[in-house]
Structures are given as structure tokens and as C-alpha cells.
């Protein structure tokens, strides 16, 4: 399978603990995004990288919130001292720069926090 | 700043009727416009986007949107229903600013046999 790539698919925690998501991007794209959707809405554009760069991060939800993209392939996202409110679907997304860039997403990482 | 609005939270046909799903956007600039679908448990899959070519695009499926600029509107459209279209359809705008993407709240689609 050569699409994007999410782990976990399902992460349980408590409130105060941080957590981290991995997502692996489609090989040749060169941008990868996060993005978070709550129930009933549609995702909420969070941050991006274009190779290692993180191009974007004023829409991270609070500081709380960081992303790494270390070598420009994969990506993590972490929050820290996690709050009930954080629980949503966690969307990773790339991308190839161009002007007809599309986005291909992956399955989502789903995050209870209790 | 860009938006979408998608004009119906919910949208019943029966099968084999056709299908419409309206969104309205705003853009500061010439923007990109695309409709991604969501099944239950699945990720969000590309059905079209427009980039400035033909306004009319064709998507998978059967599905195809218009864009009107004039109206601000891209609307999706699908001339037969089949039970499996039964999913979440989001419209989506991307231009400039930060380059992600603005989704709509998205628009459920019903099927009924």
C-alpha cells in the first residue's frame, strides 16, 4: 500500500498524559499536513511541513500542541498534558508542491481522552 | 480569507434519483475548490477538484461539479444514486494564506432503497 500511512489508528488516554502520533506520508510528496475533526464537523487545518521546514504552526490549537518533521519523511504530532476536549480524529494529509496540488489523507488516528 | 458553506447539514434521495449537494464558497483569491467523501470508518477520499480549467469536472463515481463564479457556488451533482454513495461529502477551498485546506461542515447523504 503506497498511501498515507497513520499510527495509532486508536489511542485511549487519560487526562494529563501526553500523547504522540505518527504519520507516514505518500514516498514522493514533499508537504505534509495535520489536521483535527471533532464530531459533526469537517477537519481544521492544524499545520504543515514542506520537507523539513514546518512552513505553518499560528494554527496549532495551543502550546500544548507540537509537530515534528525531522528528515522530511515522516511526521509526529504530540500534545501534551492531554485535556478531554482533545479527544477528535487526528488527520495527516500530503501533498506534491504545485500549483494543481491535492492533498491525500490518511485513515486518522482517533483520540479518547478520558 | 477563505470559506465554504454547505447549504444542507442532511440530503435524502432514493436510489437511482439524482443527487445535489451545494456548497457556496469565498476566496480572496483564485482559489482551488475540491470535494472529498468520508465513509464510516474511512479516510477522506478525493472525488474532483477544480484548478482553473474546465468548470465543469468530472470526478469518480459518476459525480461532477460546476463552478460558477459568478454565483460563488460549486455544487455536486450526481445523475443516479446507488446505495454505496451513502457516506459524509465535504466541500473544500484552498487558496493562498497558509495553504491548507478550508472544509466545509460537510453534508450527509441518505440513501433510501
Known amino acids: 500500500d503506497t498511501g498515507v500511512s497513520q499510527d495509532p489508528r486508536h489511542k485511549i488516554t487519560k487526562r494529563g498524559q501526553n500523547v504522540t502520533f505518527r504519520c507516514d506520508p505518500i514516498s514522493e510528496h514533499n508537504r505534509l499536513y495535520w489536521y483535527r475533526q471533532t464530531l459533526g464537523q469537517g477537519p481544521e487545518f492544524l499545520t504543515y511541513?514542506?520537507?523539513?521546514?514546518?512552513?505553518?504552526k499560528s494554527r496549532l490549537l495551543s502550546n500544548r500542541f507540537s509537530a515534528e518533521r525531522p528528515k522530511g519523511s515522516f511526521s509526529t504530532l504530540e500534545i501534551q498534558r492531554t485535556e478531554q476536549g482533545d479527544s477528535a480524529m487526528y488527520l495527516c494529509?500530503?501533498?506534491?508542491?504545485?500549483?494543481?496540488?491535492?492533498?491525500?489523507f490518511g485513515p486518522g488516528t482517533r483520540l479518547l481522552v478520558l | 480569507a477563505q470559506s465554504v458553506t454547505q447549504l444542507d447539514s442532511h440530503v435524502s434521495v432514493s436510489e437511482g434519483t439524482p443527487v445535489l449537494l451545494r456548497c457556496n464558497y469565498s476566496s480572496s483569491y483564485s482559489p482551488s475548490l475540491f470535494w472529498y467523501v468520508q465513509h464510516p470508518n474511512k479516510g477522506l477520499q478525493l472525488l474532483l477538484k477544480y484548478t482553473s480549467a474546465a468548470t465543469l469536472v468530472k470526478g469518480i463515481n459518476g459525480f461532477e461539479a460546476e463552478f460558477k463564479k459568478s454565483e460563488t457556488s460549486f455544487h455536486l451533482t450526481k445523475p443516479s444514486a446507488h446505495m454505496s454513495d451513502a457516506a459524509e461529502y465535504f466541500c473544500v477551498v484552498r487558496g493562498g494564506g497558509a495553504d491548507g485546506l478550508t472544509f466545509g461542515k460537510g453534508t450527509h447523504l441518505i440513501i433510501q432503497p
Open positions: 494529509a500530503s501533498s506534491l508542491v504545485g500549483e494543481r496540488e491535492t492533498q491525500y
Open positions: 511541513f514542506q520537507n523539513e521546514a514546518q512552513l505553518e
